[in-house]
């Protein structure tokens, strides 16, 4: 069975800097897919970046950026110059790549993200 | 519509209640999804549909849950008798064929008093 691991509840960032959010994973799978999702408090989660496991060249979305590391399992987020509009929670999430239709999310247990003025 | 719709928004019932919650999907959408959000938690899948087929129920916790989907369209999920500890946000994602982004809702902020 997969597992994602978010092993930071809260961190918080001055506006204008730089934050990393960390995840690990635990899988037998060689393909797959990361994600990085963020919640803010509407509720509505949104995707924020994903890579390809069998992609080596990291992801990249604007001001996000993504450290995977695919022999320690480790998929971190960057977020580059913070805005207040980033305020929110951020969940990690694997999918099976060879899973037929089914593309079922794991999920970590999120990182509340809070950027100050 | 052009996102994913759920309604309602909050929900309120009292313990033992039955509650109904529906999910419209992004038109085209074949597959589709339930999860559930507790208060300090991750989220846990429930089940997933592809059409109006459930191959995968794995992640009801219990008979009390059900779901239902019409075609590529709605879907219901229904809790019965409710209790407490199903108190919880219930999220509904749809994702397109041959795709990997799930889109979701806004999601049911369900309440047992």
């Known amino acids: 069975a997969q597992t994602v691991t978010q092993s930071q509840p809260e961190m918080s960032v001055q506006e204008a800097e730089t934050v990393t959010l960390s995840c690990t994973y635990d899988?037998?799978?060689?393909?797959?897919?990361l994600f990085w999702y963020k919640q803010p408090p509407s509720r509505q989660m949104i995707l924020v970046i994903r890579?390809?496991?069998?992609k080596q060249q990291n992801a990249t979305e604007n001001r996000f950026s993504v450290n995977f590391q695919k022999a320690a399992k480790s998929f971190s987020l960057k977020i580059s110059d913070s805005q207040l509009g980033d305020t929110a929670m951020y969940f990690c999430?694997?999918?099976?790549?060879?899973?037929?239709?089914?593309?079922?999310?794991?999920w970590g247990l999120g990182t509340s993200l809070a950027v100050n003025p | 519509g052009a996102g994913v719709s759920q309604s309602p928004s909050n929900k309120v019932t009292e313990k033992g209640k039955d509650v109904e919650l529906r999910c419209d999907p992004i038109s085209g959408h074949t597959a589709l999804y339930w999860y559930r959000q507790r208060l300090g938690q991750g989220l846990e899948f429930l089940i997933y549909f592809q059409g109006n087929s459930a191959p995968d129920k794995s992640g009801l916790p219990s008979d009390r849950f059900s779901a239902e989907r019409t075609g590529e369209s709605v879907s219901t999920l229904t809790i019965q008798r409710t209790q407490q500890e199903d108190s919880a946000v219930y999220l509904c994602a749809s994702i397109k064929l041959i795709d990997t982004e799930a889109f979701f809702g806004q999601g049911t902020r369900l309440t047992v008093v």
């Open positions: 890579q390809e496991a069998y």
């Open positions: 999430a694997f999918m099976k790549h060879n899973a037929g239709n089914n593309r079922k999310l794991i």
């Open positions: 899988t037998s799978e060689n393909n797959y897919y």
